[in-house]
């Protein structure tokens, strides 16, 4: 974009438009729910229970009392729980007969060591299996407004992060063809690594990162699939830039929250790269230039980790989240796996 991306002046009107937002309740989701809603959006965002909810209109109302709060939607939604993800998109289909934008925004950054559904390691569950799961869920009323608005516009975004890129080490060895991928991401861990992130970041970085990468990789390869069955959807993923939010203000010490408020941008500026992806008519008339791209806040096509030109590792990764994903909703007795 030529000059700054203001989405209260560049965002097209939305009136008649229904968006998706998970992981809504605070940071940059609060913000891109009460931007969509301000230019007409209906606004389906995400969390994980009532009284999250509940505030996340408290805190909307604040920030713009003047927002149609009849615009503003809950769904009950946890990423990492597939019976969940599939409630939420079962109550979004049965409220709603099209959907134009899906922005995945939930994710986590943690040095926990929880494991997920059949062992599933947290980062690769909340940023990457779960967005994949519901947006699988959800594809179906994606192409459902292609086949019933003349002129549609649908696009899905995955907010990863620069980290991807320039936080793994150079010589970092992905395991995506692995049969572990989902389970053990990062199966070596040399204690530099290990040491240097314990030291700079209160969360995994390592773990974090390759997630990340997942997460781009995944809007890669579901834009080849739409592409291949020509489909005008457009998916990306994007880096909202460096973002003091208040999950990394009360996560981090005392130097680190300085240097955030000092240099960081606001939850609204962090919205901007999203909501471009998400809206802006420039992506739609270059969609060439930008279908399966990652963005950097500036609205520039960024480079992305070298694994993301690797087709072994790109479907290795694919392939196994298809097996490993329908494995555990035919456990929990739930639909499979809906065709892409």
Known sequence: MAKTWDPMTDMPDLQGKVAVVTG????????????????????????RSEAKADKTRKDLQVQSPKLDQSNIKWLKLDVSDVGSITAA??????????????????????????????????????????PFLFTNRVLPLLKKSYQTE?????????????????????????????????????????????????????FDM???????????????ELQRKLDE??????SMSVHP????????????????????KLTFLTPDQGAVSPLFAATAMEVRENSEKYKGQFLLPDGKIGESNPVTRDDRQMKGLWDITTKEVNDQLHIDGLPLLEAW
Do not use: C
Not at 151 to 164: L, P
Not at 206 to 220: C, D, E, G, H
Not at 229 to 234: A, K
């Open 24 to 47: 809504a309740n605070s940071g940059i989701g609060l913000s891109m729910v009460k931007f969509l809603a301000l230019r007409g959006a209906k606004v389906y965002f995400t969390a």
């Open 89 to 130: 998109a079962d109550e979004l289909r049965s409220k709603e007969s099209k959907v134009h934008v899906l922005i995945n925004n939930a994710g986590i950054a943690s040095s926990s060591t929880e494991l997920f559904g059949p062992g599933w390691e947290s980062h690769m569950t909340v940023n990457y299996i779960g």
């Open 150 to 202: 003349k002129g549609a516009d649908a696009r899905i975004v995955a907010v990863s992060s620069i980290v991807q890129a320039n936080m793994l080490p150079s010589n970092f060895k992905f395991q995506f063809d692995d049969p572990r991928a989902l389970t053990q991401p990062v199966q070596s861990y040399p204690w530099q690594w290990r040491f240097a992130g314990r030291f700079m970041f209160p």
């Open 206 to 220: 390592i773990r974090y990162a390759v997630s990340k990468a997942a997460a781009a990789i995944f809007a890669q």
């Open 229 to 234: 069955q020509h489909l005008p959807i457009l």
């Open 241 to 260: 830039g460096e973002v003091a939010t208040q999950g990394l203000m009360a996560g981090n010490n005392a130097l680190v929250k300085v240097m955030a």
